[in-house]
């Protein structure tokens, strides 16, 4: 193998609400019990942009984000079995600087870190931890209290890699909604696993071919009423739809999903309800549950994922469990942005780029960067009005990082002297929005 740097390029987020930044950071080093991965691909998910924009999950700072990694194994810790060096796995970051993704190098827990066959590429192999381990925490995890209202759980099946699990539930329906998202074509293949049949499912219909390689037995336009989809429901099967995984979990989606869902039975999402409480309180019997993808923690999360990886590798190389359809984006970290810009309004597919393709050049000095013109927004289809709020809320986000920097006095010494100017200078020019 290759000789392990000490330092690597990373894609960090310096502050919250900053932008996402090229960075050279540390390598992380592996410990006991864990291993080191060379991240060769890692796939976009909406939760890295909501990380920036929405400030979540992340609270000191610098940070790095990115969840779904695909790589080699460079180093195996102390205590660990059945990994060696060269190995080709995929794993889940858990929202931490060394398990992330963003970066050339990423510490990985083997419990829930799988092999993937050679006739996988690292691209799509790195479409596999987020999308999987949703779709099955949300159809068999079990244990979990119920919430007030929502619980933080699942459908409560029994999985199929359980004695007596695969096939259990053959003659029995199964509905999603938006099964070519990412999470919805791993929700078909486990339900295929399952035995679910018929597996009824909304889509585009230009998807519907693929959506039925993986197991969907009909394919519903997604732009159907809901009277509309009763309908074609009614021409399927006659038996009562005990469960629905909602992988769009839009608030139309959640209320024709609630409707169709048969009393005793649960919805499944992946974003929390939208579904009025008073409806709620009025059907008490239907069972709404949110699925939360993370393999890592809590407990239970892990304990499933643990099982789950521990055949992962077999159903790959069988062919049981494919992965999503990919676009590879270029540029390496530096097209993370990009990217992350195209999923807020596209969450059809997965978006994998190659960290180690990442430009080498140096960043240019802070007091360049800083002193640098950076382009307005686009204001041409916006009312004066709307331009406004966008323009102070930009200028707002921009006065709190620099002040941040501020109050670190200890990061603020550490700047050159030119840059500690340009700050200074960008800080006096945003003193009139507090006029």
Known sequence: ???????????????????????????????????????????????????????????????????????????????????????????????????????????????????????????????????????????????????????????????????????????????????????????????????????????????ADFLRSLGVTHVLDRKLSLEQLRAEIAKITNEPLDIIYDAVSLPETQLAAYELLEPGGTLVLVLYSAIPAEKLASEPKKRVVKAYGQANFPQENFAVAAVLYKHLTAWLEEGAIKPNRVEVLPGGLEGITEGLERLRTDRSHPLPVRPTSTSTSAPKPLAERLSAPRPLPDFKRKSAEDAKGILLKKVHATADRFQAIFDKKHLFDRLDGESQKALHRLADQLNWVDD
């Open 1 to 207: 193998m290759s000789v392990i740097p000490t330092i690597q390029k990373a894609l960090v987020l310096p502050a919250k609400y900053a932008e996402y930044a090229v960075r050279t950071v540390p390598v992380p080093r592996p410990g006991p019990g864990q291993l080191l991965i060379k991240v060769r691909a890692v796939a976009l998910n909406p939760v890295d942009w909501k990380i920036q924009k929405n400030g979540i999950l992340y609270h000191e700072f610098p940070a790095i984000a990115g969840s779904d990694i695909a790589g080699t194994v460079e180093e195996v810790g102390e205590g660990v079995q059945g990994f060696a060096l060269g190995d080709r796995v995929i794993v889940q970051g858990a929202f931490t600087i060394p398990t992330s993704g963003f970066q050339q190098y990423a510490v990985a827990n083997p419990a829930v870190t799988a092999k993937i066959p050679d006739n996988l590429s690292f691209e799509q192999g790195a479409t596999i931890p987020v999308g999987l381990i949703t779709a099955a925490l949300g159809l068999y995890t079990r244990g979990l209290p119920p919430g007030k209202e929502l619980d933080h759980g699942s459908a409560g099946l029994q999985a199929p890699w359980e004695e007596g699990g695969r096939g259990k539930y053959t003659g029995k329906p199964f509905f999603v909604f938006g099964a070519a998202s990412s999470v919805g074509q791993f929700v078909v293949q486990l339900a295929r696993l399952s035995g679910f049949s018929p597996i009824i499912a909304t889509a585009s219909p230009h998807n």
